[in-house]
């Protein structure tokens, strides 16, 4: 079977909270993402609230038709807050306040506690878990030990290397992801993946068997952005040549 696409809405939020008005809204972006024909919504709460607001996931609970998949923080706050909201599937991410974007993968192991008791919380109100994980055989174990439904692999070492050219780093991360995709599998964990994953170096990760589902987000927004500029430019000279009539 295919691999789905969940696309991450989060950059309609930054563009939005760029100016701290009300548009471009978030959830119309899910709505027509979801109209396109993707599986699934993707949208990061963050504890800074830098993009995705409260209400922006409250109404994407109400309008993703698919499947909507919260990343957050293991926090107390963030595990109480998905409990209210009931997203089909709550992604578990390091967040550091000064990253740009979720750099790496979350430590499960070192955290194990914290996270089995946040993980069976949000299992016990049927809310399917992921965790966000670099693809390291400690990692995969410790995500099994914690009881968690899925393990999401972090693919931004791969598309890093890939586009910076780098072929040996690109056939190294890529085996990384494929053996840690078996081991996940045998452990009967299901498997998703995402980070850094454009037009160019998508195929070879949505080839590995027992992938569901990949997450993107930047390149999709970004190619939203410059496949719509025509358009945008055209409706805004109509406008003016209508205010000259
Ligand atoms: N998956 C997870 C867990 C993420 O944190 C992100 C970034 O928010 C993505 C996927 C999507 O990454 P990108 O925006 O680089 O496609």
């Known amino acids: 079977m295919a691999v789905k696409l969940g696309v991450n809405i989060d950059h309609i939020a930054t563009i939005r909270e760029a100016r701290k008005i009300r548009e471009p809204d ?9 109209l396109a024909g993707c599986h699934g919504i993707t949208a990061h709460l963050r504890e800074d609230r830098r993009h995705i607001q409260d209400r922006d996931i409250r109404l994407l609970r109400g309008m ?3 499947h909507l998949n919260m990343e957050m923080a293991p926090s107390p706050e963030m595990v ?3 409990l209210d909201l009931h997203p089909d599937m709550a992604t578990l991410v390091p967040e550091n306040r000064l990253e740009i974007t979720t750099e790496g993968g979350l430590n499960v192991a070192a955290k194990a506690e914290e996270l089995s008791q946040a993980i069976a919380k949000l299992k016990q109100n049927d809310i399917l878990v992921s965790v966000f994980i670099d693809p390291e055989s400690s990692q995969v174990k410790a ?4 009881g968690a439904d899925f393990v999401e692999f972090h693919t931004g070492k791969y598309s890093n290397a890939y586009d910076m050219g780098d072929s040996r780093e690109v056939e190294s991360e890529l085996s990384a992801i494929q053996d840690m995709t078996l081991l996940a599998h045998k452990y009967g964990l299901r498997i998703n993946a995402g980070h850094g994953l454009n037009y160019r170096n ?6 590995i068997p027992h992938i569901e589902e990949l997450n993107i987000g930047h390149s999709i927004i970004g190619r939203a952005a410059l496949v719509g500029m025509e358009r945008a430019v055209k409706e805004m000279l109509e406008a003016i040549r209508r205010a000259d009539s």
């Open 64 to 66: 993703v038709t698919t």
């Open 143 to 146: 995500a099994k030990k914690v």
């Open 202 to 207: 998508v195929g070879p990760i949505a080839a």
């Open 26 to 34: 978030p959830v119309a972006a899910a709505v027509l993402a979801e």
């Open 80 to 82: 109480q807050f998905a």
